[in-house]
């Protein structure tokens, strides 16, 4: 008689539940910590308030911030990596994988078995939580159940995936303790990996330095990314909460990636070897990928520490050094990482010896390629009709959304460009005597939501800024234009918004900053001033200026100019940084100086100044002032 097939073993379940229930029970009053008891205390301040108005209104905010506190994706891996390492603990040992197989169980009934366990050991304390808290909610009144439900399919989504995510690392392994440590770093591998490659490249290539920063944060990167990306959130708009729940969709496809992984995983545990067991890595076609990718992260990091801890400014020196390091320190690496692999410190072969070899070429015709421009990203600019606004940075911010605007700085971008081998050879000679370095960024937001961004170093020294035909001159004289230096330090919509005060920062007798208001009537005359200092450029803070020289010549006061808009003001990046949600009022503060005749003469002119109790000084002046006082 043909016996039955099963998927469900009854015996290993209930010894899963009795060897592990420290870990529901350590989760569950982590969970009952941050929910009901959380949602309690951060509501019960509310019911002593003696008027009712509103009070259903602040209940819900203080419940909101109790559901944003405890939305912790970190959480999340460690109950998924725990649960999987707990009830798959048996793959990893030579007893208790021999003894486990050796039972007339087939494997089929092992794993699902094992994964049916280690899934209720986050999901019950996950749905125990969330009724407890629905019945505090009852309780206290809030009727706004749909983000306690939100916050439970939210973290339920994530152990999800980590869950799948650690038995399907652990079916690469052989080792019990590589599992959270693989499971890790492959979180981070493709974030960190991109950090190093970049850094790199910003190092050789003209340009690039730095622009990895723009570009931070990835989807093939899961914790790093839902760290930043998943969460409750809120704001105030005339007055009014809004409640913003972020990374929905985000957790919904990494839950399918999940079940993905979890279907790929009990495939790879139907074919898994007896004898991989102890191996720090199980799959042989996996071997040499993590020997390339060892060598290459380690080395290409260990190149940018030596050479981000050094100076040196000639770009061809500074290759050369690049490509020795990585080159020397990467053929250490692999052989490292094959001793890990292998377990033993005898691991030369030919085949080896020619693999390493292989890997050494491809790094070097890489980095060579980077130092010729072969991939062409020295030399990119992208068409005016990919770029939805672009940005120049020098003296102050240059926004551009209109076509014109875009097309200048495209022109001041190919110019830096054009003149890479002049400009690379100044920098080399920057410790020269009358030597001045400009540093100046490009970005552009792509139409796609790309950002792109490039940084230069440009000749700005006297004579650079005497010549009309050089592009220092060039900038600076784009600088010097009222509507763009308003859009450039106070917002980029500063037409579209109401002014509400005008102010200045002045110092009193015992050196305290406090606010003089300027009256409304004088504000016609404070921006003819403003416009006459900008369109002779004494505001400017020029980049051939040192920190003494700035600091005996820029004042530590400021310009205070609040600005108000009922739709919202642009934050010009916003697509990039914001959720979208536009502040309605915005303080922006100028700075001027000692050159800025034209603002000084209105402000002495309207008594807003004086040598006393309203006083302007630079940071030379302040310290000097400050020593005396000090002494007396």
């Known amino acids: 008689m043909q016996s039955r097939i099963s998927f469900f073993n009854g015996t290993v379940f209930k010894k899963n539940i009795s060897h592990y229930w420290p870990l529901w029970l350590v989760f569950l009053v982590y969970l009952i910590c941050q929910i009901p008891i959380n949602i309690f205390l951060s509501v019960s301040p509310v019911d ?11 209940k819900t905010d203080a419940y909101f911030n109790a559901l944003a506190n405890s939305l912790t994706p970190t959480v999340c891996f460690a109950a998924g990596v725990i649960a999987a390492m707990a009830v798959f603990h048996f793959n990893f040992y030579t007893r208790s994988a021999h003894a486990f197989h050796s039972f007339p169980v087939r494997r089929e009934e092992l794993f699902f078995t094992a994964y049916f366990s280690g899934f209720l050991f986050y999901t019950v304390p996950l749905l125990l939580s969330f009724l407890m808290g629905a019945c505090v909610c009852a309780l206290k009144g809030i009727t706004a159940l749909e983000y306690l439900l939100l916050w439970f399919l939210l973290m339920e989504g994530m152990c999800f995936f980590f869950y799948n995510m650690t038995i399907l690392v652990g079916m ?15 979180n981070y591998l493709y974030v960190g990996c991109r950090y190093v490659v970049f850094n790199i490249m910003g190092m050789i290539s003209y340009g690039l330095s730095g622009f990895y920063s723009m570009r931070l944060v990835s989807f093939l990167s899961p914790l790093y990314f839902m760290i930043g990306k998943v969460g409750f959130s809120m704001s105030w708009v005339e007055q009014e909460s809004i409640y913003m729940v972020s990374g929905c969709k985000y957790v919904a496809i990494y839950a399918g990636l999940g079940l993905i992984g979890g279907i790929a995983a009990f495939f790879m545990y139907r074919k898994r070897r007896m004898e991989c067991i102890s191996d720090i890595l199980a799959i042989h076609l996996v071997k040499p990928i993590f020997r390339w990718v060892f060598a290459g992260g380690i080395s290409m990091l260990f190149a940018t520490v030596v050479c981000g801890s050094l100076i040196v400014r000639d770009a061809h020196t500074k290759f050369l050094f690049i490509l020795m390091l990585v080159l020397s320190m990467g053929v250490i690496c692999f052989f490292l990482a094959d001793m890990l692999i292998q377990r033993k410190l005898r691991i030369w072969s030919r085949r080896r010896f020619l693999e390493c070899g292989i890997y050494t070429l491809f790094m070097a015709l890489f980095l060579i390629g980077l130092e010729c421009d072969v991939f062409g990203m020295e030399r990119r600019i992208p068409e005016i009709s990919e770029i939805e606004k672009a940005q120049l940075h020098l003296y102050y911010p240059f926004y551009g959304d209109e076509e014109a605007d875009i097309e200048q700085i495209r022109k001041f971008h190919r110019q830096i460009i054009e003149s890479k081998e002049e400009f690379e050879d100044y920098y080399a000679d920057g410790e020269l005597e009358g030597h001045v370095i400009g540093y100046v960024q490009i970005q552009y937001l792509l139409k796609d939501g790309t950002p792109f961004v490039r940084n230069y170093e440009i000749p700005a020294d006297e004579g650079y800024l005497k010549d009309k035909g050089s592009l220092v001159s060039e900038m600076r004289e784009y600088a010097c234009d009222m509507e763009r ?33 300027i009256e409304k009537k004088d504000w016609e005359m404070f921006f003819e001033a403003l416009k006459a200092d900008v369109l002779e450029g004494n505001i400017l803070t020029d980049p051939q200026e040192d920190y003494e020289q700035e600091d005996d010549r820029v004042y530590w006061n400021s310009l205070c100019i609040e600005l108000h808009s ?31 005749s034209h603002i000084l003469e209105v402000l002495e002119k309207l008594s807003l100044i004086n040598g006393t109790d309203r006083r302007l000084l630079t940071g030379k002046e302040y310290e000097q002032i400050s020593n005396e006082l000090m002494e007396e």
């Open 172 to 186: 690469f392994t052989g080792q019990f303790f590589a599992v959270p440590l693989l499971t890790l770093i492959l």
């Open 485 to 517: 230096y308003l859009k450039g330090n106070l917002c980029p919509d500063f037409e579209e918004t109401e002014m509400k005060s005008i102010s200045l920062e002045v110092f009193d007798g015992e050196l305290d900053l406090k606010t003089v208001p």
């Open 48 to 58: 002593m308030i003696n008027s009712s108005e509103n009070v259903l209104k602040l």
């Open 566 to 596: 009922s739709k919202g003001i642009k934050d010009y990046w916003d697509e990039i940084y914001t959720n979208g949600v536009k502040a309605q009022n915005v303080t922006s503060y100028l700075n001027f100086n000692r050159d800025c």
